[in-house]
């Protein structure tokens, strides 16, 4: 055979040019043997083909043999069928006209009495992605999914997305969603099966915002009716087809808890698969299933230690870092329950270095007082280590530790230790943490600055290092006898420092030091003036002039503002808020865990995923930070916002995807949800009389004991709302995505509240006033866009959803309700509207 | 859902390349291999197996060094992608019976029929070799496995014993030999990997083992399989106390840490007499994987030692003791041991009559090397070097050299003393009697031993 070339084909160097004479030799050859039918024929085109696939795979263009390829396509060989499949496959979309010479064969062999041609020709038919070639494909696909043979069957399923991809129109008018969605329920095949889901999972998806009817199939997938059939089978698909349906197990909401451990029980032994994306797939399961539960969630996480660090250990190292990664994401999440498996996060020697990376963040985050003395005394071996990005890291996570901890006796001497080692590296990222150290615990400052003033300057050079150096000297100047001078002399090479950076804290340290020891600081001070005024960097200059001026004015007033007294710094801040993180987390099994950055930040919309959020409410920045601790979303982007709402007229109301993103996820297990539900909110004062009068049962008694007429009484519905309800953003989330609109009305709002309503937080305590939370909300001025939610009042799960989008231009409230129990939606929605009709009446 | 799939050489050559979905622009094997090969993010001079460049994830294993390739835009399970990508290797060597460069290579289209039923419009379909069989048609064409360097676990069997037939390892499952009739033959190797960390003192500081049950079927006609373990054999720490002594017929006590299992295996009757059912299906497949933290016998005793020796001079002394039986024998030992940065200079001492040594100073990677063809049990070695300094050392010397760490295989041991008591295969006829090869073998992970 002919050997496929073996150098680059990128670009076409002098021995080895386009390959065009080539092609057109092969052209020849295959022309010749189009029609022979002399004994070995078959077997010199099979050595053509393959040659015309070798230069295909160097990125060669062959299209040019098209016709000659089909002409010899007429053949019973399948080595050669296989191999004429995969070019026209290639070469069809480039070439639509000749695609259509392959129509006819390809048809033929849809029709071929053997099951496997019948599945091969139907999959290249499929695979020719012309979209005015899609006519010939109904028929083929119609009779492929009614086939006798699972192959075809198998391969017909998957045709349908193809053409969905080509044409949804013509997707949709031959009905073949329905043929698979009953295909899916009935077909005895696991495959077959399996392929039907995920051929309707990615349609309905793709289509779940253009239409509410897509989204109602989106969302019946996940009924338990479906999730049970396929749960029930399980053993019998494969691990790819398991890993498939997990996935969407894991998006089910269950009925109770029952259902939670019906699932739980029959997926345990999942988790001694020796696939780990089917015990990662297993594991978000469990997770997601026990967010509410958190005794069993804490289980969850015992039961799911073994078998992810067998999988660590087992199989290749990208393998197992992609499991360490979440791992690391659990141990981010709750350290306190790895504490005492700290020693499975010892880097060893044969780990890449981004797998050392994780572990040194696992470590440090384990690390209390029970076994801080053993990760400390590890990290530190590490700090020695050949591999320097890894001895830096190291020397950090001693220094983190020592941040978090509160008997910091022994690690500061270790620290003080790496000092002594005297490596440039060593010693400069040992400085910044020292710096940082003192920062929170100045009592070591005794200890710490014997051994910095031990430190030649000229031994620092990393930008940060000096730095650090530079603003201990002026800190701690009136200890370090020689503070004055060595500023001096760094001050001296002003001109050689290249990094702004360091000379800012030069400006800096030069006036405390000056303020503490005048006469032995005033010449080096003043030089550094001047050379900072002289700066051509902006900030430098700026501070210099600063600082001579305030100088100018009043000695003391400067030292006030340069020097004040400092309180130690409790809680450094944490680089990723802990709403990225439960993004995160709600991605887990995804690419998100192992980059640590929610999706959104790495991926384009429309390729998210099954079942991920649409961003109507995914994109909202999720803010923890609001009053009462309400969990509560803070839509921040205008334009975002308007996107939506337009989006929304276009008759998708129920565009959310049902993920669980957002689930408010307990950082400690002594259950959120009990400490949301008995968080104390402002109670409606009921003597006020502009508030609500239905807020709660409380005030209607009131009122009925006083005999006081309510002026809207005939239409106040008999419904009362808990005035502690508590829904996390999960929950809401899926509701909404599940729930049908049972009202949707314009009001209209008070000029007064339009001149309240300047911020989203105006009329979320007003109408927490009335028992009705707010989840989520943002927007500017005029454009305000707020998601409600309030729970009736009989102990029973029955919640209603309101979104509602403001314009105060135009003083109206769009409003749009949703309601577990439909029937009382009205009487909801009159008791909302009236709250919201006294917005601004204060 | 993946993209794209491609197999890049080491040199960034296309060997094969496959778009399911057309997704991703043309340019991403170069891309791709840019970034690989020029890696500098995050101070790490590694590319991780998963990365991001303009929203398309490249995610990669390397096997036989070749990289498997996927792409893709949407955000997959990493997992589902890299088992998927080691899977495609593992079945593409089952077919070749060897998988590097030139055996891919030659049998590209075989490569193209095989992706063509694994995955279809970016999901994968099914990567059992049994079920592939019905619908790949190419023969393969099998490459010299002589000239082949080793590769993988499994190839270490070669070479150590001469029980073992070397080419079965590499034979492909759809080729038939040249005689006509298939061998009938079934192969369980147990694989450990251990890891060991001596403090500077000689004290074990960690100790893990990872295990893997491998298997490799030529059976016709899928017979059942019995693989009994251990009867002393219990899983999860604290499942049963060590000093809990009967008789040791069973193979002794063995407490795994926790361990997974193929999806083929039945585990019936494995809390009752620790046996593993299966029908094995074509190809190499793990039986079992499991993990052991019970503290176990390293086989290796290493004590290292630096000193400084006058003036811009050190002396290093490395010593290592086999302990185990001298009925086996380790081999492809090597020893490396960082020295201080400014060693200039390194002589070595091999001791008097050494066979299959030597030692060698890597100047740019500042660490000696020591090899050794192999190690009988019990025996021990010692290598002294000389070094000399371009400049004074200042502070602790030991805290600028080590640790030293190891890498050996040994052939018919296993630290972990788990066993296969028998192999069982259900009779088809009294005639039936096939070969059953069960070999053992541990390989050094990471052993290192501290200053």
Redesign the interface.
């Known amino acids: 055979m002919a050997p496929p070339p073996s150098t680059a084909q990128k670009s076409p160097s002098p021995s080895q040019p386009s390959g065009k004479s080539e092609v057109s030799d092969l052209k020849l050859q295959l022309r010749q043997l189009a029609g022979s039918r002399a004994p070995g024929a078959d077997d010199s085109k099979r050595d053509l083909f393959k040659r015309v696939i070798s230069y295909m795979t160097v990125g060669i263009d062959v299209s040019a043999a098209f016709s000659e390829m089909v002409m010899c396509s007429a053949t019973s060989d399948i080595v050669l069928k296989k191999m004429c499949y995969l070019y026209v496959g290639n070469y069809a979309r480039c070439h639509p006209d000749l695609a259509l010479l392959t129509i006819n064969f390809l048809q033929k062999d849809c029709r071929d009495e053997d099951p496997m041609i019948r599945g091969l020709a139907l999959r290249s038919l499929c695979s020719l992605r012309v979209p005015n070639l899609v006519e010939y494909l109904v028929a083929p696909l119609g009779s492929g999914l009614k086939d006798g043979s699972s192959y075809v069957r198998m391969v017909a399923a998957l045709g349908v997305l193809k053409l969905y991809h080509i044409s949804a129109a013509t997707c949709f008018d031959s009905d073949f969603p329905v043929m698979l969605k009953s295909l899916m329920l009935t077909d005895p095949d696991a495959q077959v099966v399996a392929n039907c889901l995920l051929v309707l999972q990615e349609i309905w998806n793709l289509e779940a915002n253009k239409s509410e009817e897509a989204s109602r199939e989106r969302e019946a997938l996940l009924s338990k009716q479906i999730i049970y059939y396929l749960l029930n089978r399980i053993k019998e698909f494969n691990e790819w087809a398991q890993c498939l349906i997990l996935e969407l197990v894991s998006k089910y909401i269950p009925s109770d808890s029952n259902d939670i451990f019906d699932i739980m029980n029959l997926l345990e032994d999942r988790l001694q698969h020796a696939n780990g994306a089917v015990v990662l797939a297993t594991i978000k399961v469990f997770l997601h299933l026990t967010m509410s539960m958190n005794d069993v969630h804490q289980q969850v996480y015992e039961r799911l230690k073994a078998p992810l660090l067998t999988l660590v250990g087992s199989g290749s190292s990208e393998q197992s870092y992609a499991v360490l990664s979440h791992l690391h994401l659990l141990v981010m999440r709750a350290p306190m329950l790895f504490s005492s498996d700290y020693k499975h996060f010892y880097c060893q020697f044969s780990d890449p270095s981004y797998v050392k990376k994780l572990k040194l963040e696992m470590l440090t985050a384990i690390a209390n007082e029970s076994n801080t003395y053993e990760i400390v005394t590890e990290l530190c071996e590490y700090a020695g280590n050949v591999d320097v990005p890894i001895a830096r890291e190291s020397i950090r996570a001693v220094g983190k530790i020592a941040l978090q901890q509160y008997d910091v006796n022994a690690i500061v001497d270790r620290l003080l230790q790496f000092l002594e080692m005297e490596k440039d590296y060593i010693t400069a990222e040992t400085l910044v943490l020292v710096k940082d150290l003192l920062r929170k615990y100045p009592q070591w400052s005794h200890d710490c600055i014997a051994v910095v003033g031990n430190i030649s300057s000229k031994n620092v050079q990393e930008p940060k290092a000096k730095a650090a150096l530079i603003w201990m000297l002026g800190e701690y100047s009136q200890d370090m006898p020689d503070a004055p001078y060595i500023l001096e002399s760094l001050i001296e090479n002003w001109d050689e420092e290249n990094a702004a950076e360091v000379r800012l804290h030069l400006l800096t340290a030069a006036m405390k030091c000056f303020f503490k020891r005048p006469p032995e600081t005033q010449k080096a001070l003043g030089a550094a003036l001047a050379a900072g005024q002289a700066d051509t960097h902006q900030d430098v200059h700026d501070r210099a002039l600063l600082y001579y001026r305030l100088l100018q004015y009043d000695v003391s007033v400067a030292e006030r503002v340069v020097n004040p007294p400092k309180q130690a710094v409790s809680v450094f801040a944490d680089t990723q808020s802990s709403e990225v993180k439960d993004r995160i987390f709600d991605e887990f099994n995804s690419l998100s865990v192992v980059y640590q950055k929610p999706s959104y930040m790495f991926t384009d919309k429309e390729h998210r995923g099954p079942f991920e959020f649409s961003e109507e409410m995914g994109n909202l920045s999720l803010g923890q930070e609001s009053m009462d601790n309400t969990p509560r979303y803070d839509e921040s982007d205008k334009d975002l916002l308007l996107g939506t709402s337009e989006k929304e007229e276009n008759g998708a109301p129920s565009a959310n995807g049902s993920t669980a993103s957002g689930y408010s996820a307990p950082h400690d297990y002594n259950s959120s949800l009990v400490s949301l539900s008995s968080q104390t909110r402002p109670e409606p004062a009921t003597s006020d009389p502009s508030l609500p009068k239905h807020s709660s049962h409380g005030n209607i008694a009131i009122d009925d004991l006083l005999g006081l007429g309510v002026p809207a009484a005939p239409t106040t519905p008999p419904l009362s709302l808990n005035p502690k309800a508590a829904l996390d953003p999960g929950t809401f989330q899926r509701k909404w995505g599940q729930l049908v609109i049972s009202i949707s009305q314009e009001c209209s709002i008070d000029p007064q509240g339009v001149a309240v309503l300047t911020t989203p937080q105006a009329l979320i305590r007003h109408m927490q006033a009335s028992s009705i939370q707010c989840i989520a909300s943002g927007g500017q001025s005029p454009n305000f866009k707020f998601f409600f939610f309030a729970q009736k009042d009989d102990k029973s799960p029955s919640y209603f959803l309101v979104e509602c989008i403001i314009s105060t231009a135009a003083g109206k409230a769009q409003v749009k309700v949703k309601a577990d129990d439909a029937s009382a939606s009205e009487a909801f929605f009159a008791l909302f509207q009236s709250a919201l009709s006294k917005f601004g009446m204060l | ?1 993946i993209t794209q799939f491609f197999v890049l050489s080491q ?7 496959r ?1 399911y979905r ?1 997704e991703v622009p043309k340019g991403s094997a ?1 891309i791709f291999f840019r970034k690989v090969k020029f890696w500098k993010e ?5 590319a ?3 990365f ?1 460049v303009d ?1 398309v ?1 490249y995610i ?4 036989a060094g070749l990289f498997f390739v996927a792409t ?9 992608v ?5 899977r495609i290797a593992r079945v593409t060597k089952d077919y070749l019976g060897i998988l590097n460069e030139d055996s891919l ?1 030659k049998n ?2 075989l490569v ?2 095989l992706l ?1 039923e694994v995955i ?2 970016g ?6 070799t049994e079920v592939l069989k ?2 790949v ?2 023969e393969p ?1 099998v490459v010299d496995a002589a000239r082949m360097p080793p590769l993988g676990p499994a190839s270490m069997f070669m070479q150590g014993t001469k029980r073992m037939p070397g080419t079965a390892v590499t034979k492909s499952v759809v080729a038939t030999e040249p005689g006509g009739r298939k061998r009938e033959e079934i192969f369980v190797d147990i694989i450990e ?1 251990i ?1 060991v ?1 001596f403090s500077s003192s000689g004290y074990i500081l ?1 100790s ?1 083992i ?1 295990g ?1 049950i491998q298997m490799k079927s030529y059976l016709t006609g899928n017979p059942e399989i019995r693989l009994a373990l251990n009867e002393e054999l219990s899983i ?1 720490r604290g499942g049963g106390s060590v000093y809990d002594y009967r008789s040791s017929a069973g193979g002794g006590v063995v407490i795994l ?7 083929s295996v039945r585990l019936d009757s494995f809390d009752v007499d620790r046996t593993l059912t299966l029908i094995p299906s074509d190809g190499e497949f ?1 039986v ?4 052991m ?1 019970q503290e176990f016998k390293p086989p290796f005793r290493v004590n290292a030692l630096i000193e400084e020796a006058g003036q811009l001079k050190a002396e290093v002394i490395i010593k290592v003791r086999a302990d185990f039986s001298a009925s086996v024998t380790a081999n492809t030992i090597t020893v490396q041991m ?1 020295v201080p940065t400014y060693t200039a200079r390194v002589s070595f001492e091999l001791e008097s009559g050494a066979v299959g040594q030597t030692a060698d100073f890597k100047e740019g ?3 000696l090397e020591w090899s050794l063809k192999k190690i009988v049990g019990g025996a021990e070695h010692t290598l002294r070097a000389k070094l000399t300094f371009s400049q004074e050392s ?3 010397i030991t ?2 050299a ?2 030293v ?1 190891m890498n050996f295989t040994i052939p018919m041991y296993n630290a972990s003393k788990l066993q296969v008591r028998y192999l069982q295969i259900a009779k088809k006829s009294p005639s039936y009697n096939p070969y059953r090869w069960v070999r053992y073998v541990t390989q050094s ?4 031993a ?1 200053l």
């Open positions: 859902m040199r960034g050559d296309n060997i094969v390349f778009d057309g170069e995050d101070e790490e001079e590694e991780p197996p998963v991001n929203g994830n990669h294993v390397k096997v893709t835009r949407v955000n997959v399970s990493p997992s589902l890299l088992e998927l990508l080691q290579r590209f289209v193209y029929e063509d279809d419009f999901y994968p379909q099914t990567t059992s019905s619908y048609f190419n064409i990997k890891s960390t960690t893990e990872d893997t999860g840490d926790d361990c997974n299992f193929h999806e793990a079992m994987n499991y993990r933290t960082p990677a500042k660490r200042h502070g602790n805290r600028e080590g640790p760490n992970n990471s052993y290192v501290r």
